[in-house]
Every structure is written in structure tokens, then in C-alpha cells.
């Protein structure tokens, strides 16, 4: 989660459009409308782990969701985070060098068919990044 020798800047037309568009595909998974509730990407989440968790476009579809849900109650605001591994769309507090990764978070769990608890998870994430936060362990940007 911190980001020492890392890029993170905010996301460009292109890469937000790709969000939206795949927020939009989890929503028509779910069937539903934007925003998704997080019992909402529980169900997915779920569906998708069980029957689906090979399908690389739905395990990004449902990353992104949960990834909204945390910054729906964050002041986390998505952008693009390149570092020795690639570049991912991830989740940074405002203005904080620092990211998580949604996406990433979920498809490890998916590969292992892991049953999780979404709400305990995204709780967890952000109480990690907080106390870092307050403990002045990132830097700003």
C-alpha cells in the first residue's frame, strides 16, 4: 500500500472513461443501476469467484466496484499507479503518495476461490491506510 518509488497521477480521459465503463459492466452484471450497494458487489463478487473466475473482464468489472465501494466513504480518489510491476487503476487519498489496488485485491482471492466477507475487507483496507496515514507514512504528491 505505500508507494516509495512509485508514480501515481491522476487518471486521463481514456483511463476514466475506462472506470466508468467498467463500473457500467458490473452494474449490468448485478442488473442494476450505478451506484452498486455493497451487498450488491458481495453477490457479484461471489458469482464471479464460484462460476466465472477466469473471466478477466468481470474480475476488473468487479475490482472497480469494490474499489468504489471505498471511495464512496474515503476521500480516495482513483488514479493510476505505475510501479516495477505494471500499471494499475487504483485508489490513492487525496493528495497522498499511497495506493491501493481493488482490482489486484480481489482477483488474488478470486484465483484462490476465496470466500470473503467484502464489507470486513474494504473495512480492513481503509483502516490500514488510516493508521498509516496517521502515523505520517506517506508522503505528499
Known amino acids: 500500500m505505500g508507494a516509495t518509488g512509485v508514480e501515481i497521477r491522476p487518471l486521463n480521459e481514456e483511463e476514466h472513461s475506462a472506470l466508468n465503463d467498467g463500473l457500467k459492466l458490473a452494474a449490468r452484471y448485478v442488473d442494476d443501476e450505478l451506484p452498486l450497494s455493497l451487498d450488491q458487489v458481495q453477490s457479484l463478487y461471489d458469482v464471479i469467484?464460484?462460476?466465472h473466475s477466469e473471466?478477466?473482464?468481470?474480475?476488473?468489472?468487479?475490482?472497480l466496484a469494490f474499489g468504489q465501494t471505498i471511495a464512496s466513504v474515503t476521500d480516495y480518489e482513483w488514479v493510476r499507479v505505475k510501479d516495477e510491476y505494471g500499471e494499475e487503476t487504483a485508489l490513492s487519498p487525496a493528495?497522498?503518495?499511497a495506493a491501493c489496488h481493488p482490482i489486484s485485491i480481489?482477483?488474488?482471492r478470486i484465483a484462490k476461490k476465496e470466500q470473503v466477507n467484502l464489507g470486513e475487507l474494504r473495512d480492513g483496507v481503509i483502516r490500514i491506510?488510516?493508521?498509516r496515514r496517521a502515523e505520517g507514512a506517506f508522503d505528499h504528491r
Open 129 to 131: 491506510i488510516e493508521s
Open 95 to 97: 493528495g497522498l503518495k
Open 49 to 51: 469467484c464460484q462460476n
Open 55 to 63: 473471466n478477466l473482464e468481470a474480475q476488473i468489472a468487479v475490482g
Open 106 to 108: 480481489l482477483q488474488k
